[in-house]
């Protein structure tokens, strides 16, 4: 209708709406060819592979599913903890697993909770093949007061326990390496990765203090990979005192703690895990803030690390989210 009307005026009027139609044909075209090549990167971003990293003798993608979602760890509520529970039934773990694999993960990694006895053979028989880092969790055998000597013997039956089902490498659980930085006992991470490279697989070492990965990044012992926690969630009572004057409520996480351990992440001779990027989901508010979370992490990881992101696909696509992220990002 413009167009007729535009021809059939005279003067300056008509030649303004005659300029005012151009500039918004022009203005649609551009539109559209820029969302033709929005479309056409996208659609190169995901048909490419995820890049990986090593870890032993195998390759890694550098996006690594992390299993704390699955069996209600949270690290938020316990409201939260029961809601992740009842979503994640053994069938939907083994769908979840499949979606993963299907996205092009190709690593796993958790604890050996109860629930997993069951659900491994289940994840095998429906043809997955998601390669599994296992988690020698002491709460796994026993909830009891841990002391340097009971970590020894607990993560030992881990080791034995997770063997059965061949993970690609068994990790140490960071809240019992901080605990043995503090204590001065670090020869029983020493003796771990010895046990675990007798029994056959590459040794991982966890931990959410930056000060625990220096120490034994000194010391020269042949651990293949390190697990390193972007938050300090360990932190002892005076230690909140000391730094922040006061003592929180609940699992705190402070903003300056991915730097803080970015900076012994560069340093580190092993390869790199990095997990908690998304501060236990307190860094996705929105997609800017998801993205700048994992922008963060890749500019600051050596080209030989990777990362453990658990995933809760209840609302979101958040699989094939974080793999597009990856790609583009850690590429």
């Known amino acids: 209708m413009a167009q007729y009307i535009d021809r059939g005026t005279k003067g300056l009027r008509g030649e303004r709406m005659l300029s005012s139609t151009r500039r918004g044909f022009l203005k649609g075209t551009t539109t559209l060819a820029g969302s033709l090549l929005a479309a056409s990167l996208t659609k190169g971003t995901e048909s490419r592979p995820l890049p990986t990293v090593a870890l032993g003798p195998r390759q890694v993608t550098r996006l690594i599913a992390g299993g704390n979602p699955l069996f209600g760890y949270s690290h938020t509520s316990g409201l939260l903890d029961r809601f992740m529970r009842e979503y994640f039934t053994d069938q939907q773990v083994v769908q979840f697993m499949l979606e993963c694999e299907r996205a092009g993960i190709n690593t796993w990694q958790s604890n050996y909770p109860a629930p997993l006895e069951r659900q491994l053979p289940l994840i095998r028989q429906a043809g997955c093949k998601l390669q599994w880092i296992a988690l020698a969790d002491p709460w796994d055998i026993d909830r009891s007061a841990i002391t340097a000597e009971t970590i020894w013997a607990t993560a030992q039956k881990c080791v034995v326990r997770a063997a059965k089902h061949q993970p690609v490498a068994v990790a140490l659980r ?65 230690d909140f005192r000391q730094e922040i004057g006061m003592i929180p409520v609940g699992e705190t996480y402070l903003a300056a703690d991915p730097e803080r351990m970015c900076r012994v992440i560069r340093k580190a001779a092993k390869p790199c895990l990095g997990f908690k990027i998304l501060a236990a989901g307190r860094r996705c508010d929105s997609a800017e803030q998801i993205r700048e979370a994992f922008a963060f992490a890749f500019q600051n990881l050596k080209p030989t690390d990777g990362v453990i992101v658990g995933m809760f696909p209840r609302f979101s696509d958040q699989i094939g989210e974080n793999v597009r992220l990856v790609k583009e990002l850690g590429a």
């Open 174 to 238: 960071g809240i019992e390496t901080d605990q043995l930085w503090r204590e001065g006992k670090l020869e029983v991470v020493r003796d771990f990765v010895n046990y675990v490279h007798d029994a056959g697989f590459p040794a991982g070492v966890s931990a959410h203090h930056p000060a625990a990965i220096e120490a034994l990044d000194s010391k020269g012992w042949p651990i293949d990979f390190y697990m390193t926690c972007f938050y300090r969630v360990t932190r002892a009572p005076e």
